[in-house]
């Protein structure tokens, strides 16, 4: 039996409507990567379609290249990119990423704040991790009328950051991540946190500004709620505090390790030698540790402490000035005799 012509073009057709779908499916709904681990596409404020595809070649396989720019093509994400940070998941099907793409469904990052020297500092860590460009923090941070916004200045800002790790979007803005921050410290200055601080005759600010120097102390945690206790007894007695880190922080000169006399003058309204009380604000981001040691300070009548002479990173306390200088005394021999200037 002949097959008529028309039964030709239709099977033809069939055909055609076959591999049609196959290659559809081949180049929109196979993987769109090759790659058995999640890689992560970085689209910022510069990026254009060409750009975008150019950083995606590397990640993805060719037909998952040329199944993502026939799709997205053909959307408005030609004209205005959305950024964020995007997961390439392994198995994940071309339509499926390219829809996360087009529609803006960015994966989180885990930031962590650290317990930086400066405000600086955290701007360079930010910087690195985040959308934002790290001058623009770092400006924005020393600039008053900014810190104005969220109640603080070029001094105290540092005590808004608690050290911990958030999750956060790569292309938050600079006063969304702000914001996100004081949601944090107020998380964090809990109910109990503020009675202890008021115990203490302390702001949450004036907390961490102890802290803060508690921490550059010593990096022995059962010793920081002694050093606390220390400095609040010299607070209430309105003696001065005699912090060797306000005065390195004072000089910028952290890297100092043995103070000599003649920097105990440096005039800065850091430097805990010549002014009484508490210095401006934080002399860098304060830990938990350092946070909660202030808070539960231990109470003893401790006024005076020397590092010990053993360099352990642990201190002698005294009560009275004569037994300090002899504490005093032993800890300046050891570092004659280590050569330490």
């Known amino acids: 039996m002949k097959v008529s012509k028309a039964k030709y073009l239709l099977m033809a057709a069939v055909v055609c409507l076959i591999g049609i779908i196959a290659l559809g499916y081949y ?28 950083k995606l070649r590397p ?76 001058v623009q923090i770092a400006e ?12 603080y ?12 790790t958030y999750e956060v979007y790569w292309n938050v803005s600079l006063d969304k991540f702000i914001e996100r921050m004081v949601k944090e410290h107020d998380a964090f200055w809990t109910a109990e946190r503020r009675q202890k601080a008021e115990a203490a005759e302390l702001t949450p600010d004036e907390v961490c500004t102890l802290a803060s120097i508690v921490d550059e102390e010593t990096a022995n945690t059962a010793e920081k709620p002694m050093v606390a206790g220390m400095y609040i007894n010299r607070l209430r007695l309105g003696m001065p505090l005699q912090a060797d880190p306000t005065v390195k922080f004072a000089l910028q000169k952290f890297e100092l390790r043995r103070i000599y006399h003649d920097m105990l003058f440096f005039d800065s309204p850091y430097n805990t030698y010549r002014n009484t009380g508490l210095p401006p604000g934080p002399i860098k981001i304060a830990s938990v540790k350092g946070i909660d040691a202030v808070l539960d300070y ?8 020397c590092a010990k002479e053993d360099f352990s990173g642990t201190h002698n306390f005294a009560i009275n000035y004569a037994e300090h200088l002899r504490n005093a005394a032993r800890y300046a021999k050891a570092l004659n005799e280590r050569g330490i200037k």
């Open 140 to 151: 924005a941070l020393t600039d008053n009328e900014y810190c104005k916004k969220w109640a």
């Open 27 to 54: 180049f929109f709904f196979t993987d769109f990567s090759d790659n058995t681990e999640t890689q992560y596409l970085y689209v910022d404020d510069d990026d254009t379609i060409d750009s975008v595809l150019t």
């Open 298 to 305: 231990v109470h003893h009548d401790y006024v005076y402490m």
């Open 153 to 164: 200045d070029t001094c105290t800002i540092p005590a808004l950051f608690v050290p911990n």
């Open 59 to 134: 990640m993805a396989s060719e037909h998952g290249i040329t199944g993502f720019s026939t799709l997205i093509r053909h959307t408005d994400y030609v004209d205005e990119p959305r950024t964020g940070r995007y997961a390439i998941i392994p198995g994940e099907s071309t339509w499926k990423f390219m829809y996360k793409m087009k529609t803006g469904q960015q994966q989180a990052l885990m930031l962590t704040i650290p317990e930086s020297r400066t405000v600086r500092k955290l701007a360079g860590v930010l910087g690195r991790k985040l959308m934002i460009d790290s």
